[in-house]
C-alpha cells in the first residue's frame, strides 16, 4: 500500500453514517477488537466490523457495503436444511450469496462499483486468493465461479468456463432471490459429489490391481480387478463403504479421502466466515453424514491443510481478510445514554417554598425557633443586605442593559436594507434633472433571534467557599434578564434527594424514601451508562409572579449567605444543604430541557450556562484503564451520532456530552469553572494545549481574575477566581481623607475588577444580543 494510504487513517465514524444510510434502517454499526472478521446479526440488527490496519477507503466501503447488502437481502431463515453442519455446504451457499448481495448493493448504489473493484483489485495484488503458482483453469468449478465474479468481473482476470459449464456462470449472474441462491449452490454441491464419486471409482479401480494389493482381499479398498469394469453398483454391496469418502460413509479409524468437512466432526471451532446469516453455526437440521454430534459447529479445518477442496479460495480470502485485523487494537466500548426523567429530577419552586413553610411552621418546636429574637434579627439583617445588594447592582444592571441595547441596535442595522419600491416620492422628484433617487425606499428588517438563558449551578460543598460570590454574580445576570424580558431558569443540580422530613434520622424520612423512590432514568438497552443520585432544584424563574420571585428570590439569598444549610439562626431546609457535583447527569437532563424550554417560551435559541468549581462523576462512559488501548463511543440514538470519549483526559465526559448538547439542541453552551486559587497551573492540560496559550491565560488570570479555555467542550469556557467579589464602587472603602494617588489607585483597579467580575454577563450580552 502507498504512504498515503497508511498515514490517513478511515474515519470510523463517517463510515457508520455511511452503513446507516445503504441498509436504510438505523442499525446499529460496531468495532470490536476480537471479531476476526465483518459479520451482520440479522436478529439484532447489528453490523459489526473488526478494528482493521492497512485499510483504505475503498476497501473499507467495500467490505461495508458487502456486509450491508446482507443485512438488506439475506435472511436469517431457509439455509440450514440445506447446510446443516457442513462446513462445503456452507461455503457452496456463501460463494453464490455473495455474488447476489454484491450485485444487488452495488445495483442499488452504483457508486460502490468503484470502490469494489479498487478493494478487490488491492486484495488480488495482495494474493489474499492464494493463486500464485496456481493454474486457474484447474480449480474446481466453485471457485472459478467465486473468482469470475471477484477478481474477474472487477480486475478483468481470465477465468474460463466450458460449454457445459457456462450455464451456471449464467444462473449465478441472474439469480434474484435466497431461495435461487440454495438452489443454485445444491446443484453444484450435488455436481460436485457427482465428480468426486467419480474419481473415487477410478482411484478404487486402479487400488485394485496386482501391484498394489497383498492378495488377502483388502478390506480398504472393497474391489478387485474385475469390478472395475462394473458401473459402480459393486460398490454399493459389499465392503466398499467402509472406503468410500463422500458424505454418507468415512473409515473406521477416522481417516477419510480428503473430503474431511463431510465427516462431521466437530474441530469445536465457531463459525467465521464473513457471511453470517444472523443465526448459529450451529444446527441440528439437514446434513446426513454419520459420526458426527448433531450441534456440531461448522467445520473449516480442511482448508487450513488441503487448498484443493471446493471453496478453497473464499476460505483463503475470508482467512486474508481476517489477517488484516489489528491484533493490537485494544477494546471497543459503546455507550448510550439513558432517558432521563426531567419530571422526578425537577423540583419546581413551589415544593422549595413549601420546604421552607415546613421549617417555618412544621411544629410548634420549629416554629418557636424561627419566631425567635434571635432568628428574627437574623432574617431582618438577611433582607437588608439583599437590598442593599440589589441597589448597588442597579448601575451595574442599567449598564448592561444600555450595552445590550446598543448591540441590538447595530444588529438590526446590519439586518436592514434599503428597497425602491416604484412610487414616485412627489418631494423629491423635483431633483430629477441631477438625480435618479426619486422614487419612495422601504426600510426592510430582516427579524433577528430571540433568546432564553438557562443556568444551572453547582450545589456541591465545595461551593461552601464561593458559594455567595457566586451567586451573587448569577443574580447580576438574572436582574439583567428581568429588565430585558428574557425567560430564563435557575437550577441547582445537587446529589441530595428531595425530602421534606426535617430529622434524617427519623422514620418518617426512611419511610418518605422508600415510598417516594425517584427513578432518575430509563434504561433503554444494555448499553446504557449509569444515572447518579441527583436532583435538580429549580430556585428561580422568569415564569414567578411578583410574590412569588420576592420569596423565592430571598430564600435563594439566605441558602447563599448560608453555604447550603445553616446560617447563624436560620436553619434552611436539610435537603438543600450542599452535595456533590453531579455535573454529566445535569447536562443530559438539559437535553430534555432545553427544548421544552424553547416551546414554552417561543424563543429559537437557548443560552445554556454551567457554573462549577470542579469536574462531574464519571456516568461509566468512559472505560479508561490504566495501560489499556482502544476506544470508547458514545452513541446518540436520537441523533444517530456517534462521539469518541478520549481515554486521556478525566474531563472528557463531560466534554463530549457537551458536544452532545449542542448537536442536539443547537444551544449556545457556556462554562464557568471557578477556581478557588492564587493560579491555573493544575488546569494545563484540562483547558491549554499549546504552551503559548497557557502563558497568555496565566497573564489574563492574574491581572483579570478570569481566563479564558479553547479546548473544552463548551462554546465559551471561563476560569474564573472564586473569591472574586462583585464590585460596584471602587471608593466605598477608602478613607475620608485618602490621597490622591491613593484614589486614583483605587479607580483604576476597581474598575478592573468590576470588569472581571462581570465577565459572565458581559460576555453574554454579545451572544444574545444577535
Not at 471479531?35 to 478494528?51: E, H, M
Not at 445444491?186 to 464419486?197: A, S, T, V
Not at 482448508?303 to 477442496?309: E, G, K, L
Not at 446590519?414 to 428597497?419: E, G, H, L, P
Amino acid at each position: 500500500m502507498s504512504q498515503k494510504t497508511r498515514t490517513n487513517p478511515v474515519r470510523t465514524i463517517t463510515k457508520d453514517i455511511l452503513a446507516r444510510c445503504m441498509a436504510t434502517e438505523d442499525i446499529r454499526v460496531e468495532h470490536r477488537a476480537d471479531a476476526p472478521t465483518a459479520y451482520f446479526d440479522t436478529k439484532n440488527r447489528v453490523l459489526g466490523l473488526p478494528v482493521w490496519k492497512d485499510m483504505d477507503s475503498s476497501m473499507y466501503d467495500m467490505l461495508v457495503g458487502h456486509e450491508v447488502s446482507h443485512a438488506l437481502h439475506t435472511p436469517a431463515e431457509g439455509w440450514q436444511e440445506f447446510v446443516g453442519d457442513s462446513g462445503t455446504r456452507h461455503m457452496f451457499v456463501n460463494v453464490v450469496e455473495d455474488a447476489r448481495i454484491e450485485r444487488m448493493i452495488k445495483d442499488k448504489f452504483p457508486g460502490l462499483r468503484r470502490d469494489f473493484a479498487s478493494a478487490y483489485k488491492s486484495l488480488n495484488e495482495r494474493d489474499l486468493f492464494e493463486l500464485k503458482g496456481k493454474n486457474i483453469a484447474e480449480l474446481p468449478l466453485i471457485d472459478r465461479l467465486n473468482l469470475e465474479f471477484k477478481i474477474g468481473l472487477h480486475c478483468q482476470v481470465p477465468v474460463s468456463f466450458s460449454a457445459d459449464e457456462q450455464q451456471y456462470v449464467t444462473r449465478m449472474a441472474n439469480t434474484t432471490t435466497f431461495e435461487e441462491v440454495v438452489d443454485l449452490a445444491r446443484d453444484l454441491y450435488e455436481m460436485y459429489q457427482d465428480e468426486k464419486e467419480q474419481q473415487e471409482e477410478q482411484q478404487q479401480s486402479g487400488a485394485g490391481s496386482p501391484e498394489s494389493g497383498d492378495g488377502e482381499g483388502d478390506e480398504g479398498t472393497g474391489s478387485t480387478p474385475s469390478d472395475s469394469d462394473e458401473s459402480g453398483e459393486s460398490d454399493e454391496s459389499g465392503t466398499g463403504s467402509s472406503g468410500d469418502g463422500d458424505e454418507d460413509g468415512e473409515n473406521q479409524d477416522g481417516s477419510g479421502s480428503g473430503d474431511g468437512d463431510e465427516s462431521g466432526e466437530d474441530s469445536g471451532q465457531s463459525q467465521t466466515d464473513d457471511t453470517d446469516d444472523g443465526e448459529s453455526a450451529d444446527s441440528t437440521n439437514g446434513d446426513s453424514s454419520g459420526g458426527g454430534d448433531e450441534d456440531s459447529p461448522l467445520n473449516y479445518e480442511d482448508y487450513d491443510t488441503n487448498t484443493d477442496c471446493p471453496g478453497s479460495t473464499q476460505r483463503t480470502f475470508e482467512k486474508g481478510v481476517e489477517n488484516l485485523r489489528d491484533d493490537t487494537a485494544g477494546s471497543w466500548k459503546y455507550s448510550t445514554l439513558p432517558n432521563a426523567n426531567v419530571k422526578d429530577i425537577v423540583i419546581s419552586p413551589k415544593k422549595i417554598a413549601e420546604l421552607w413553610e415546613n421549617v417555618r411552621s412544621g411544629n410548634e418546636k420549629r416554629a418557636e425557633r424561627w419566631n425567635s429574637e434571635r432568628c428574627q434579627k437574623q432574617l431582618a439583617d438577611n433582607q437588608q443586605s439583599l437590598r442593599e445588594f440589589q441597589n448597588s447592582i442597579k448601575n451595574t444592571v442599567n449598564q448592561m442593559v444600555q450595552q445590550f441595547q446598543m448591540k441590538q441596535a447595530a444588529d438590526a442595522d446590519k439586518r436592514t436594507d434599503i428597497a425602491k419600491t416604484g412610487v414616485l416620492d412627489t418631494v423629491s422628484m423635483i431633483n430629477y434633472r441631477w438625480s435618479e433617487d426619486i422614487f419612495v425606499k422601504n426600510e426592510v428588517h430582516t427579524d433577528g433571534k430571540n433568546h432564553g438563558i438557562i443556568m444551572y449551578l453547582d450545589w456541591s460543598g465545595s461551593m461552601s467557599n464561593i458559594l455567595e460570590d457566586t451567586v451573587k454574580q448569577l443574580l447580576v445576570l438574572v436582574e439583567f434578564c428581568k429588565k430585558v424580558n428574557i425567560p430564563f431558569e435557575v437550577y441547582a443540580f445537587s446529589s441530595n434527594e428531595y425530602n421534606p422530613i426535617e430529622d434524617r434520622y427519623s422514620d418518617e424520612w426512611d419511610k418518605y424514601n422508600e415510598t417516594h423512590k425517584t427513578e432518575y432514568s430509563t434504561q433503554n438497552t444494555e448499553q446504557d451508562c449509569g444515572f447518579h443520585t441527583m436532583q435538580l432544584y429549580n430556585f428561580l424563574s422568569s415564569k414567578l409572579n411578583k410574590r412569588e420571585w420576592t420569596e423565592a428570590l430571598f430564600n435563594f439569598w439566605n441558602l447563599s449567605l448560608s453555604s447550603g444549610y445553616h446560617c447563624g439562626s436560620i436553619n434552611a431546609p436539610r435537603c438543600l444543604g450542599l452535595g456533590c457535583t453531579p455535573l454529566n447527569e445535569a447536562i443530559v437532563c438539559a437535553m430534555e430541557q432545553i427544548p421544552e424550554f424553547q416551546r414554552q417560551h417561543g424563543v429559537q435559541i437557548v443560552n445554556a450556562v454551567f457554573l462549577s468549581d470542579g469536574d462531574g462523576h464519571g456516568m461509566g462512559i468512559q472505560g479508561y484503564r490504566y495501560g489499556q488501548t482502544g476506544k470508547d463511543i458514545l452513541r446518540d440514538t436520537k441523533t444517530g451520532r456517534e462521539y469518541i470519549v478520549p481515554r486521556n483526559q478525566r474531563q472528557s465526559e463531560t466534554d463530549t456530552l457537551m458536544t452532545m448538547l449542542k448537536d442536539r439542541t443547537g444551544a449556545n453552551t457556556i462554562g464557568i469553572r471557578l477556581h478557588d486559587n492564587k493560579h491555573i497551573r493544575n488546569l494545563r492540560w484540562g483547558y491549554w494545549t499549546e504552551d503559548v496559550e497557557f502563558a497568555t491565560a496565566c497573564k489574563q488570570y492574574k491581572n483579570q481574575n478570569f481566563a479564558t479555555s479553547t479546548t473544552t467542550g463548551y462554546d465559551e469556557q471561563f476560569i474564573i477566581k472564586g473569591n472574586t467579589e462583585l464590585v460596584t464602587d471602587a471608593l466605598d472603602n477608602l478613607d475620608g481623607d485618602a490621597s490622591y494617588a491613593k484614589i486614583k489607585n483605587a479607580f483604576i483597579k476597581g474598575g478592573n475588577n468590576k470588569k472581571s467580575s462581570r465577565v459572565i454577563a458581559n460576555r453574554l450580552i454579545d451572544i444574545i444580543a444577535v
